[in-house]
C-alpha cells in the first residue's frame, strides 16, 4: 500500500489525482467488502465530491496539506453531519447527526477524503466486532476469523487496502488489540490529547481516539492531524502539538525500554511470547538498554476496567431513552416504551455492562465496588510513574494470543475479556500505546509489539516504533485476499 508521503508527492507533481486515488480504493472496496464487510456505509459519492475539490486547488496552484486527497475510513462512533452514525447500533440505526465531530471536521479541513463508516462492536463494547448490530467483519488474514475489536472495521479496512489509514476509537484496547490481530500500527493517543468532542461515548474517563496505518509515519501525520486542544472537550489538553515525524529517527543511541514481567507467564500465547521477545531483542541490537520492570498492581486493570468502564457506560446510555433520538417502540406508557426500545435497541453485550454497571453503582454497593476501583486505578497509575522514572518506554505484548475464530468466545464473555490483558491498564492510567507488527505465528496470523510512553510521550513511542519497524520487514507484509 503506497503511503500518505508518497501519495502526497504523486498529487504535487501531478502524476496522478485525487479523483484517480478515491476511485482506485473504491474500486478495491466492491472487490473485496463482500468477503472483508469493514464497512458499515460507504461515502462513494461525496468521497468523489471531495476528491474533485482537492484536484481543483491543486490545478488552481495551491498548496495542499499532507492529508488532502488521502481516502480514510470513520470508525461509526464519531459524528459526521448529515450521514448515518449507528455506533453499530440498531437503537441509532436511523441516526444522522446534525453537526460533525472536531476530528472528522479537522480531516475535512485537511482535505482527506473520508472513503465511508467502519464497522465497530456495539457502542465499541467488545473485543471481537462480533457485537455489531449489523453484520461482522472479518480478519483480512484469515476470514474465518475476527479482526479484533472494537474497532474491528477500521483494523481490518487498512489491512486490506479498502483505504490508506483509519481512525478507530479505544477504551481499554479497541485501536491496539485489533491492530495487532490485523498486522497494521494502530496508537491510543495520552488522555486529552485528541478531542472527544463528537464520539458517542462509552466510558468518558477512559475512550480516545487514535490512527490505523499501515506505517509508523502515515500514524505519526495522521495523529499530527487530529491532535490539539479544543474548547468543546472539558478534559482536552492545551500543549503544543509537534510535528511528530521530526522523531521518526532509527538510533536508539541511550533509550531505555523497560520489558514489564507481569505481561510474561501464564496465560500468553509461546508463540507471541517469543515473538516479542524477539522484537525487544531488535531494539537492543539498535542501540537501546532493556532492563525488567515489575508492575506489580498491572494484572489488577482487568477486573478495575469492568467495574469502571461498565459504570460509565450506564450513565452514558441512559440517555437512549426513546425521546430524543435514535429508535422509539410504541407503547401504552412511558415506561413501557423504555423499556421496549433498549429491549429491542440494545445488544446482549451492551445490556450485560449497562446492568453490570447500574449494579456497581447502586447504593450500598458504590464504595465495595466503584470506589474501590477507582484507589485500585490510582495504584496502577502509580506503578507507571515508577517504571517511568527507570526506563523511557515500556515493551510487552499488545495481545497475549492472535486471531481466534468467530464464533469461539462469543458465548464466553469473561474468556472474550481476557484478551485486552495487556492493553487496560494503559487506558486506566491515561497513557499513550502504540502497537506494531512484530512476527506471525505458525497459523501466519499476526503478533503485535506493544510500546507504552509516559503521558505525552508520542514522541518516543514514534521514535522507537519508527527504528524497529525500518530494522525489520513485517510491516511490509500483507494478506493476499
Known amino acids: 500500500m503506497t503511503s500518505i508521503r508518497e501519495l502526497h508527492q504523486k498529487l504535487v507533481k501531478k502524476e496522478c489525482s485525487a479523483v484517480e486515488i478515491t476511485a482506485e480504493v473504491l474500486k478495491t472496496i466492491e472487490s473485496l467488502e463482500p ?94 466486532t462480533e457485537t455489531s448490530g449489523f453484520h461482522l467483519t472479518a480478519n483480512p488474514w484469515d476470514l474465518s476469523r475476527v479482526p479484533g475489536g472494537s474497532s474491528g472495521g477500521s483494523a481490518a479496512a487498512v489491512a486490506a487496502g479498502e483505504c490508506i489509514v483509519a481512525l478507530g476509537s479505544d477504551t481499554g484496547g479497541s485501536i491496539r488489540q485489533p491492530a495487532s490481530f490485523c498486522g497494521v500500527v494502530g496508537l491510543k493517543p495520552t488522555y486529552g490529547l485528541v478531542s472527544r468532542f463528537g464520539l458517542v461515548a462509552f466510558a468518558s474517563s477512559l475512550d480516545q481516539i487514535g490512527p490505523f496505518a499501515n506505517s509508523i509515519e502515515d500514524a505519526a501525520i495522521l495523529l499530527g492531524a487530529i491532535a490539539g486542544y479544543d474548547a468543546k ?183 472474550m475479556y481476557l484478551t485486552d490483558l495487556m492493553t487496560i491498564p494503559v487506558n486506566l492510567a491515561g497513557l499513550p500505546g502504540l502497537s506494531l507488527p512484530c512476527g506471525f505465528d505458525g497459523e501466519g496470523l499476526p503478533i503485535g509489539l506493544q510500546l507504552i510512553g509516559n503521558v505525552l510521550r508520542e514522541d518516543l513511542l514514534f521514535h522507537v516504533g519508527y527504528a524497529y519497524e525500518q530494522a525489520t520487514d513485517w510491516h511490509t507484509k500483507k494478506p493476499s485476499l
Open 35 to 128: 468477503k472483508v464487510k469493514s464497512f458499515l456505509a460507504i461515502t462513494g459519492d461525496r468521497a468523489m465530491d471531495s476528491a474533485k475539490q482537492v484536484d481543483a486547488k491543486i490545478a488552481a496552484g495551491e498548496e495542499i496539506g499532507l492529508l488532502a486527497g488521502i481516502p480514510i475510513g470513520i470508525k461509526d462512533n464519531m459524528c459526521t453531519k448529515g450521514i448515518p452514525t449507528t455506533c453499530g447500533s440498531r437503537i441509532l440505526e436511523s441516526f444522522v447527526p446534525s453537526y460533525e465531530s472536531t476530528i472528522t471536521g479537522k480531516l475535512l479541513q485537511e482535505g482527506a477524503i473520508m472513503i465511508g463508516k467502519t464497522n465497530l462492536d456495539e457502542f465499541a463494547m467488545g473485543s471481537s
Open 233 to 415: 472537550d472539558s478534559t482536552s489538553l492545551k500543549v503544543e502539538i509537534p510535528d511528530y515525524t521530526q522523531f521518526l529517527k532509527t538510533d536508539l543511541s541511550g533509550l531505555r525500554v523497560g520489558i514489564i514481567n507481569e505481561t510474561f507467564g501464564e496465560g500468553l500465547n509461546p508463540e507471541v511470547g517469543d515473538a516479542v521477545k524477539a522484537a525487544i531483542a531488535k531494539l537492543e541490537e539498535l542501540g537501546a538498554t532493556v532492563k525488567e520492570i515489575s508492575c506489580p498492581r498491572f494484572r489488577y486493570g482487568l477486573p478495575v476496567y469492568y467495574i469502571i468502564a461498565p459504570s460509565e457506560a450506564s450513565a452514558n446510555l441512559a440517555r437512549y431513552d426513546a425521546v430524543r433520538y435514535g429508535l422509539r417502540e410504541d407503547a401504552d406508557n412511558l415506561v413501557s416504551m423504555y423499556t421496549k426500545t433498549r429491549a429491542h435497541g440494545f445488544g446482549a453485550e451492551v445490556k450485560r455492562r449497562i446492568m453490570l454497571g447500574t449494579y456497581a453503582l447502586s447504593a450500598g454497593y458504590y464504595d465495595a465496588y466503584y470506589l474501590k476501583a477507582q484507589k485500585v486505578r490510582t495504584l496502577i497509575k502509580q506503578d507507571f510513574e515508577a517504571a517511568f522514572e527507570e526506563v523511557d518506554v515500556l515493551a510487552c505484548p499488545t495481545s497475549p494470543i492472535t486471531a481466534f475464530k468467530a464464533g469461539e468466545k462469543v458465548d464466553d464473555p469473561l474468556n
